[in-house]
């Protein structure tokens, strides 16, 4: 426990007794971002933790406020008589012996690593992530998933279709074709880490939601775009693809159905240009959410 001292204040040049305030440690922002990556959504319980038992204590004169010396929780203590932790708890303290304290939290950090990394099954551990199910190819057209998950359907009952899409489209797999529009978004140059948003490209179907703009977005990684890059890098308005390509989100009125191109491989191309084109002049190009 951190007590106040008698000291000179080498500022005032008179002897007072100090008062200790509690300070974040200068660290505990770098730390609580490696705890987030690493412990995902068990940092919630860690990060408070780490918080109150690393800030650092603060003499300070009594009398101008001036700092006069900083005890600090980590590292080996100043005072052998007293090698303990003081963590306030709201009204509430705990006293506990440094060595106890560590011994616990080596504990429960080899515990929370091993129940994120070691369990037999999925664990679901990193923010903003959902689990998802294995892919699997659907035999289903476009004209199918507008039954169901069509602008018209989300109206009608918005519910019933996010449960159809999840139930059934989302994350797996389709082969549809469409006629290109527009290329939304792209890299103008290779990263060394490879890109999983390359570029976005619109596409209209047939039939279609709309008379005058695309109906999905069609996302396409670095990987992809190197697979495909002979279609892409010639495609004009109205050209007809054949694409294959996973579901990931499903479009409203605010936004565009989203697919994003499988990779393949030099000898099995997701994207290609069926050699028929289709007048689509008229389709304009809006400001809209795209992945």
Same mark, same amino acid.
């Given at each position: 426990?951190?007590?106040?001292?008698?000291?000179?204040?080498?500022?005032?040049?008179?002897?007072?007794?100090?008062?200790?305030?509690?300070?974040? #440690?200068?660290?505990?922002?770098?730390? +609580?971002?490696? *705890?987030?990556? @690493?412990?995902?959504? &068990?940092? /919630?319980?860690?990060?408070?933790?780490?918080?109150?038992?690393?800030?650092?204590?603060?003499?300070?004169?009594?009398?101008?406020?001036?700092?006069?010396?900083?005890?600090?929780?980590?590292?080996?203590?100043?005072?052998?008589?007293?090698?303990?932790? #003081?963590?306030?708890?709201?009204?509430? +303290?705990?006293? *506990?012996?440094? @060595?106890?304290?560590? &011994?616990? /939290?080596?504990?429960?950090?080899?515990?929370?690593?091993?129940?994120?990394?070691?369990?037999?099954?999925?664990?679901?551990?990193?923010?903003?992530?959902?689990?998802?199910?294995?892919?699997?190819?659907?035999?289903?057209?476009?004209?199918?998933?507008?039954?169901?998950?069509?602008?018209?359907?989300?109206?009608?009952?918005?519910?019933?279709?996010?449960?159809?899409?999840?139930?059934?489209?989302?994350?797996?797999?389709?082969?549809?074709?469409?006629?290109?529009?527009?290329?939304?978004?792209?890299?103008?140059?290779?990263?060394?880490?490879?890109?999983?948003?390359?570029?976005?490209?619109?596409?209209?179907?047939?039939?279609?939601?709309?008379?005058?703009?695309?109906?999905?977005?069609?996302?396409?990684?670095?990987?992809?775009?190197?697979?495909?890059?002979?279609?892409?890098?010639?495609?004009?308005?109205?050209?007809?693809?054949?694409?294959?390509?996973?579901?990931?989100?499903?479009?409203?009125?605010?936004?565009?159905?989203?697919?994003?191109?499988?990779?393949?491989?030099?000898?099995?191309?997701?994207?290609?240009?069926?050699?028929?084109?289709?007048?689509?002049?008229?389709?304009?190009?809006?400001?809209?959410?795209?992945?």
């Amino acid at each position: 426990m951190i007590r106040p001292v008698k000291a000179t204040c080498r500022h005032c040049r008179i002897e007072v007794t100090t008062f200790v305030m509690h300070e974040m #440690h200068p660290l505990f922002p770098l730390s +609580a971002l490696i *705890i987030m990556f @690493v412990f995902g959504y &068990l940092s /919630l319980i860690i990060c408070p933790v780490v918080y109150l038992i690393s800030q650092n204590s603060i003499h300070r004169c009594s009398r101008c406020l001036q700092t006069l010396g900083v005890k600090k929780c980590f590292g080996l203590p100043d005072d052998p008589s007293q090698p303990f932790w #003081h963590i306030k708890l709201g009204k509430c +303290a705990i006293l *506990i012996s440094r @060595v106890y304290a560590i &011994l616990i /939290l080596v504990a429960f950090g080899a515990f929370s690593a091993y129940y994120v990394y070691s369990r037999p099954f999925q664990v679901h551990h990193r923010f903003f992530e959902r689990p998802q199910a294995e892919s699997r190819n659907l035999t289903n057209t476009w004209a199918d998933y507008l039954t169901s998950c069509s602008g018209e359907k989300i109206i009608e009952n918005q519910v019933h279709a996010l449960h159809e899409f999840t139930q059934i489209y989302e994350n797996n797999i389709v082969d549809w074709d469409g006629y290109y529009i527009d290329t939304k978004y792209k890299h103008r140059t290779y990263s060394v880490f490879g890109s999983e948003y390359f570029m976005s490209i619109l596409i209209k179907m047939d039939p279609s939601e709309s008379e005058d703009f695309a109906d999905l977005v069609l996302s396409i990684s670095q990987d992809a775009y190197k697979a495909n890059k002979e279609v892409l890098d010639s495609l004009e308005k109205g050209d007809h693809l054949v694409f294959k390509a996973r579901l990931r989100t499903m479009g409203n009125e605010f936004k565009l159905h989203h697919l994003k191109l499988l990779e393949g491989d030099a000898d099995t191309k997701t994207l290609k240009d069926s050699g028929h084109t289709k007048d689509l002049e008229h389709i304009k190009v809006q400001d809209t959410r795209i992945p």
